[in-house]
C-alpha cells in the first residue's frame, strides 16, 4: 500500500530546520563503524557530496588538497589549505568537535595525511568522486596501502535518509513544484527552448534553490531525446513538451521533476502515448513499499508501458536515488536485487520515445516510508494544455 499523501497541489508545511539539524555528530561515528566493519583503516574524503554528508562542509573542490581523514579506529580530522580554514569552521563541521588543521602552502599536505597514519595501514577508502591526481598523491604516499571506493561504505549510509534529509527533500520538491505551477508564464508557441529554459533557470533560484542544475525543455522531435535539454528550436502549436528541472537548495539537497506540456492540441497519438505513460508512472508510485525489489518496481511500470506496445521505447531505468547529488543510490532498474526500506528517496520516472516524433516522461520523487511511498511532488501529473 502506498502512504497517504496530500491532494495533488497541496504541500504540506515543513520548516527548514538549522544546517547543524542535517549534519548530526554521530553521523561520523556511524560512517568509522561501517569503515571497520568493511576491513578498511581508514576513509579519505575530498570535496563533494561524501564530505558534505559526513560534515556539512560544502568545500570547494580546488587543487589544494581537503580531506577528511577517518580512521577505523582513531579520532576524525580535517586537512584544509590554510586559507579554507575560516570556511571550514564556519561551517557545521566547525560544531562537530573535530580537529580542523590548516596547511601552509609550503607544507605537503599527503605526507601530512600520511604521517598520521597507523604505518600498518593497508586499507583505505577513497571517495569515488576523488580527482585522479589526488588518488595517485595518496598511492605514492602510501605504497603499501590499497585504495578501494569509499563508496562501499557511504553508500549504505546515504540511502537511509533521516526525518531530517527527509523534510529538505520535501522542502526541495516544493520548491521545484512553484516552478512548474509557473510553466504557463513562459513556455508558448514562438519562444525558443533556450528563452524558456533561461527563465525556468531564473524561476529555479527564485522558488528556493541557491542553484539550477539542470533545465530539459525538449519541444516536439526533441522530447523524444531524454536528455535534450535546450537548443534554439522555436516551439510551435500543437508540440508536446517535456520539462525536466531540479536544483539544489541551501540545505544542499536536491530537486528533480518532469512534467509534459502540450502548446494547443497534440496529435491524438501523443495524447494515447501519456496516457499509457501516466498509468505506469502512477502503478510504481503507488506500488513502492518496503521489501519491493529495485528491480521488481521497474518492472511493474515497464510490463504496462510494454503491454501496450511501447516497451522498446522506454530506454532507461526507472530512476535514481536522490539527496546530496541529483542522481546518486538505490539506482531503480531492471535486475537490481536491492530490497527498498524505509529513508530511500529515489526518482520514478518511466518515459516513452519515439524517435524523430516525440516523446514523454513524468517524473517524482518517492520516499519509502513503514506503509508504502510518499510522492514529494504534488503537482498534477496529467497532460498540462497550455494556450
Known amino acids: ?48 557530496a561524501d564530505l558534505r554528508y559526513l560534515t556539512g ?22 586537512l584544509v589549505p590554510a586559507l579554507e580554514e575560516p570556511a571550514a569552521r564556519a561551517s557545521p563541521a566547525g560544531g562537530l568537535g573535530i580537529e580542523i588543521t590548516g596547511w601552509g602552502e609550503t607544507d605537503d599536505p599527503y605526507a601530512l595525511v600520511a604521517a598520521r597514519l597507523p604505518a600498518r595501514t593497508s586499507r583505505v577508502g577513497v571517495d569515488n568522486r576523488m580527482w585522479a591526481e589526488k588518488t595517485l598523491a ?28 527527509a523534510d529538505a527533500l520535501r522542502r526541495a520538491g516544493a520548491a521545484i513544484d512553484g516552478v512548474h505551477a509557473r510553466m504557463g508564464e513562459w513556455l508558448r508557441a514562438g519562444r525558443t527552448e533556450r528563452e524558456v529554459g533561461r527563465d525556468i533557470a531564473e524561476a529555479i ?28 528550436r522555436v516551439i510551435r502549436p500543437g508540440d508536446p513538451v517535456v520539462v525536466d528541472i531540479g536544483g539544489t537548495t541551501r540545505d544542499g539537497y536536491c530537486s528533480d521533476s518532469t ?33 519491493l ?22 530506454i532507461h531505468r526507472t530512476g535514481h536515488g536522490i539527496g546530496l547529488e541529483s542522481h546518486e543510490e538505490p539506482y531503480i532498474v531492471a535486475g537490481n536485487p536491492l530490497p527498498l526500506a524505509p529513508g530511500m528517496a529515489f526518482s520514478v520516472e518511466p518515459g516513452i520515445y ?19 511511498g510518499e510522492r514529494l511532488n504534488r503537482r498534477p501529473r496529467d497532460l498540462v494544455l497550455l494556450p
Open 57 to 78: 562542509y560544502d568545500a570547494l573542490p580546488l587543487e589544494r588538497l581537503t580531506c577528511l581523514v577517518l580512521p577505523a579506529d582513531d579520532d576524525p580530522f580535517l
Open 259 to 291: 512534467r509534459v506540456y502540450a502548446v494547443g492540441e497534440p496529435p491524438a497519438e501523443f495524447r494515447r502515448l501519456h496516457d499509457v505513460l501516466l498509468r505506469a508512472q502512477r502503478a510504481q508510485t503507488d506500488a513502492v513499499r518496503p521489501g
Open 138 to 165: 595518496f598511492r605514492a604516499v602510501l605504497p603499501g596501502a590499497e585504495q578501494e571506493l569509499a563508496g562501499g561504505v557511504l553508500n549504505g549510509l546515504r540511502m537511509r535518509k533521516t526525518a531530517q534529509e
Open 205 to 232: 533560484v527564485a522558488e528556493g534553490h541557491v542553484r539550477a542544475d539542470f533545465v530539459i525543455v525538449g519541444s516536439g522531435p526533441n522530447s523524444a531525446s531524454p536528455h535534450h535539454e535546450l537548443s534554439d
Open 354 to 372: 519515439l524517435p524523430g516524433r516525440y516523446g514523454a516522461r513524468i517524473e517524482d520523487i518517492v520516499i519509502c516510508v513503514e506503509t508504502g
Open 293 to 314: 525489489t529495485a528491480g521488481q518496481l521497474d518492472a511493474v511500470g515497464r510490463d504496462i508501458i510494454t503491454d501496450a506496445g511501447y516497451g522498446p521505447h522506454f
Open 1 to 48: 500500500m502506498s502512504a497517504t499523501p496530500p491532494p495533488d497541489g497541496d504541500h504540506p508545511r515543513h520548516p527548514a530546520a538549522p544546517l547543524t539539524n542535517l549534519y548530526p555528530a554521530d553521523r561520523l561515528h556511524r560512517a568509522r563503524q561501517a569503515t571497520a566493519r568493511a576491513g578498511l583503516d581508514a576513509l579519505l574524503i575530498s570535496p563533494g
